[in-house]
Nanobody
Framework: QVQLVESGGGSVQPGGSLRLSCAAS????????MSWFRQAPGKEREAVAL???????HYVDSVKGRFTISQDNAKNTVYLQMNSLEPEDTAMYYC??????????????????WGQGTQVTVSS
């Protein structure tokens, strides 16, 4: 059974940084697109960043220049480095493994496997 396990969330002040990790088992992160999503209270879950199998990355506008997605194939782990955090970044963050390539990477239905989430809270 595929497992994605996120870690690294926590509480930080505005302007602070966190690095999220997503460790995969029974699934090779290098063979498929991997993404990070987030869901704030009362809001829809939204895509944040994509790591393409080619190594290219994509970000939504709200995090460009502040967040960086990366992966370590030897550790089978995907990361999300988050800098200059803002209160609006407060959300549960999820790692997702893409299984369909019939639409946009922003579309949740393209992903078959999800982690349990890790909470990020940005507050002074």
């Amino acid at each position: 059974q595929v497992q994605l396990v996120e870690s690294g969330g926590g509480s930080v002040q505005p302007g602070g940084s966190l690095r999220l990790s997503c460790a995969a088992s029974r699934y090779r992160v290098s063979s498929n697109h991997m993404s990070w999503f987030r869901q704030a209270p009362g809001k829809e879950r939204e895509a944040v960043a994509l790591m393409h199998t080619s190594g290219s990355t994509h970000y939504v506008d709200s995090v460009k220049g502040r967040f960086t997605i990366s992966q370590d194939n030897a550790k089978n782990t995907v990361y999300l480095q988050m800098n200059s955090l803002e209160p609006e970044d407060t959300a549960m963050y999820y790692c997702a493994a893409r299984s369909r390539y019939t639409g946009s990477w922003l579309d949740q239905s393209q992903y078959a496997y999800w982690g349990q989430g890790t909470q990020v809270t940005v507050s002074s």
